[in-house]
């Protein structure tokens, strides 16, 4: 490649993801830790400090360690004696709570630098997205489908928090690149690629053990052609079996080898998913997988069988969820000139015969998560579980890139579907964790659709104590949805009950709308029932601070 193509390459590459790392940074100044980042970051530097990964078991530790070896340079305290073992599901967030009010002065700078990890992961999967997309189709399909990534609200919710979302979509897709790769190219580098990154994926979260199937599913295609079926099948099936090899040595790696070759009925269990394997003959065979993620997702099983928390979907709530539950949220969650981007690949999907086996590398994994997470799933808590499907439809829209659009739209109307879309990323900032489509009426009435993670995940506390300093507010009636403790931010508050009071008033979206949850920074904590706070309702607020919390100055008679 010339040093001009490279310029030509490597110039619109660093600007997109340059803008992509710039509006994390910025945005996440400016946001309080959300519910489940107040538990990860914690619990991954008690990982550093004693090798116990049992703290947050339900997960696997990868994110957690990357997200807390920053913080090995600071000066943190922590009382590794406390184990709260009573705490049962709750003992990450209780523990978290210890961890913040010990090191409250510094509170929010170790959110800051915990964060900073998932933005370099985020950064690294665009050099994937993009790379994909320009060997599918071109430079212009590949800087199309970075665009598309660098720019998506969703991505950009998750890319500046220190969960796990981000990092299990970041290795499942380059896990699926490399496997592409590897049958592509028939190369042994790939493959080993391939593994790495699905060990690395599977001690991110329990999501990407969906990538087994999908490779499966994707094992045919290493036969090119009908007459030569069997033999590249075989090769196929045996570099899988590589690839799996690798991924389990990384995985055992990641858990520093401890308890792995324990027998299925050794491990404790309590899912229904886990009591039918151990009806089976191998139950007795020593797996070379660590008993503590055996025992994390034998949880996690548990959870989305029975439904841990209330759902809400459009003024309802339920313990099992609704099948359409992730499609509803895809289509109100996601800019709309993405929905025509994807109609039109879908109306031109069969234009070139010979990229058919990509594409399929791109749909079968989105088919794949959409379908589990929908039928096998009662945990409707938010778009961020099947976030990995994302960046595959990314790269699949790059064929965007070399379709005659003259034909199906004129080039004015391409522009200003991409200004649109642009533009939808750039009006929320740093709002991204809120973003609604104007179909969905925007992130305003982004409540009457969906809340939790997809609305308000606790992340506006900082904004309020701005707000209040604005308006010389001196103290507030609060019922906020998360766990840290407004007073770390200086802000006086009082709890409000269920009934009208006067002053000034702050209440989260997922209370306001009956969403029920626990108040971990009171003593004792205090179980919110659902809909205690439907009664402000009735009252115009003053203002919404990120569209997550509601400001109301009431005056009782």
């Not at 933005?119 to 994937?128: E, F, P």
């Not at 994390?296 to 069988?305: A, I, M, T, V, W």
């Not at 590398?361 to 938010?382: A, E, K, Q, R, T």
Request: glycine share 8%.
């Amino acid at each position: 490649m010339s040093d001009t193509c490279k310029y030509k390459t490597v110039l619109p590459v660093c600007i997109l993801l340059g803008i992509m790392s710039i509006s994390c940074v910025l945005s996440m100044r400016l946001k309080s830790p959300t519910v489940d980042e107040f538990a990860h970051l914690p619990a991954g530097y008690y990982y550093w400090k004693t090798g116990d990964f049992s703290l947050y078991g339900k997960n696997p530790p990868l994110i957690r360690l990357l997200c807390a070896l920053p913080l090995l340079s600071m000066d943190i305290s922590i009382d590794t004696n406390t184990s709260e073992a009573g705490a049962g599901d709750w003992r990450p967030w209780v523990f978290g709570t210890h961890f913040m009010r010990k090191n409250a002065a510094a509170y929010s700078r170790i959110f800051f630098v915990g964060r900073i990890p998932v933005v370099i992961l985020a950064l690294i999967l665009g050099i994937y997205v993009f790379r994909w997309a320009r060997g599918l189709y071109g430079l212009r399909g590949g800087l199309l489908s970075l665009l598309l990534y660098s720019f998506s609200p969703n991505i950009l919710a998750h890319s500046r928090l220190a969960t796990t979302d981000m990092g299990c979509t970041c290795f499942m897709f380059i896990a699926v690149y490399y496997y592409w790769r590897s049958i592509r190219n028939n190369g042994r580098w790939a493959w080993i690629g391939a593994g790495i990154c699905l060990g690395l994926a599977l001690l991110s979260k329990f999501t990407a053990l969906l990538l087994l199937p999908i490779f499966l599913l994707l094992l045919p295609l290493s036969s090119r052609s009908k007459s030569k079926f069997w033999k590249p099948l075989k090769v196929g099936t045996l570099r899988l079996l590589e690839i799996i090899v690798v991924a389990v040595f990384i995985l055992n790696l990641g858990y520093g080898f401890q308890e792995s070759f324990k027998t299925l009925r050794s491990i404790p269990h309590e899912s229904q998913f886990f009591s039918k394997l151990n009806r089976f003959p191998f139950n007795a065979v020593p797996l070379p997988i660590p008993a503590a993620y055996l025992s994390g997702f034998d949880r996690q099983k548990l959870d989305s069988e029975r439904g841990v928390f209330l759902n809400y979907l459009r003024g309802r709530l339920s313990t099992t969820g609704w099948w359409y539950y992730f499609i509803y949220a895809f289509v109100v969650k996601t800019p709309i000139p993405l929905h025509i981007g994807i109609i039109i690949c879908i109306l031109y999907a069969f234009g070139k015969r010979d990229r058919e086996r990509d594409r399929l590398f791109l749909l079968i994994p989105v088919l794949v998560i959409i379908v589990v997470f929908s039928f096998l799933n009662n945990i409707n808590v938010g778009l961020r579980y099947i976030l990995p499907v994302f960046p595959f439809l990314f790269v699949w829209l790059g064929r965007l890139a070399q379709l005659r659009l003259r034909q199906v739209l004129p080039r004015w109307a391409t522009g200003v579907l991409l200004v649109a879309y642009v533009t939808s990323s750039v009006s929320i900032f740093p709002d991204y964790l809120a973003y609604f489509n104007v179909l969905a009426g925007g992130p305003d009435r982004g409540c009457h659709h969906l809340l939790d993670s997809n609305l308000d995940w606790g992340q506006d506390l900082k904004r309020l104590k701005g707000y209040m300093e604005k308006n010389k507010i001196k103290e507030v009636g609060l019922a906020y949805f998360g766990h840290v403790d407004p007073a770390i931010y200086g802000i006086p508050y009082h709890l409000i009950g269920q009934h009208a009071e006067s002053g000034y008033v702050a209440v989260s979206a997922n209370y306001l709308y009956g969403l029920p949850y626990v108040i971990t920074y009171t003593t004792p904590p205090m179980s919110i029932r659902p809909g205690i706070y439907t009664w402000l309702r009735s009252f115009r607020p003053k203002a919404n601070i990120g569209h997550t919390i509601y400001i109301y100055e009431l005056v009782t008679l």
